[in-house]
């Protein structure tokens, strides 16, 4: 039986696009499926923005440093909606970088969410597909606790769409982005109590 592509990725995030652009390089007629924005977490709600809210944190360090070298009072006003203003301009760039990286190598985008109809195709949109290999590389979602209130609680996604910096800002686990959201924050003027079940954290990483 003859497939419409040869592999079908579901799922645009890091895993979904390194998959099909190897695939594309050994020759593969790939195709991926992916119904929001392309990037995944990394891109969109992750790595990338993180990495910016930490370097515009950073900067408060180098300012208390500043002084040390004989800067009278070098710091200045911290504006939250220009850096978002920054942050989403810089991930829109990524994600057209990423589609013209997609066209270049011949990987057909359907900007649709994929359903099962057997194991070789999938239905997108009114149109069905069929590969002879589907990857699933659709992510995770954030656990919420199961306690009083969660409904009222954030995501690590919901921080990077804060209308404001709060004041205080109780963060529960310790694991690396409970840690860097922490720090980030704090060095921003958040008041930050971290909560976390372990007598250390950061538990998953070396010890020292």
């Known amino acids: ?18 998959a099909a652009k190897a695939a594309a390089k050994y020759g593969a007629r790939v195709a991926i499926a992916e119904p929001a924005t392309l990037g995944g977490t990394c891109v969109n709600r992750g790595c990338v923005p993180k990495k910016l809210m930490v370097s515009a944190a950073d900067f408060k360090q180098q300012q208390r440093a500043a002084t040390a070298y004989g800067w009278v009072n070098p710091a200045g006003s911290f504006d939250w909606e220009m850096l978002k203003a920054a942050i989403a301009q810089h991930l829109v760039s990524l994600r057209q970088s990423q589609e013209e990286t997609l066209q270049n190598t011949g990987i057909k985008l359907i900007r649709e969410a994929a359903q099962f109809v057997d194991p070789h195709t999938v239905a997108l949109g009114d149109r069905q597909v069929s590969a002879e290999y ?3 590389a659709v992510g995770s979602t954030p656990t919420v606790l199961d306690i009083p209130g969660a409904n009222l609680s954030l995501t690590s996604k919901d921080i990077f769409n804060l209308d404001q910096i709060p004041n205080r800002l109780a963060v529960i686990g310790g694991g690396y982005i409970g840690i860097e959201f922490s720090h980030v924050l704090a060095e921003l003027g958040t008041e930050i109590t971290l909560i976390d079940t372990d007598s250390l954290v950061l538990s998953g990483f070396d010890q020292d």
């Open 1 to 18: 039986m003859p497939y419409d592509v040869d592999m079908l990725v579901i799922g645009a995030g890091s895993g979904g696009l390194s």
């Open 134 to 136: 589907i990857v699933l």
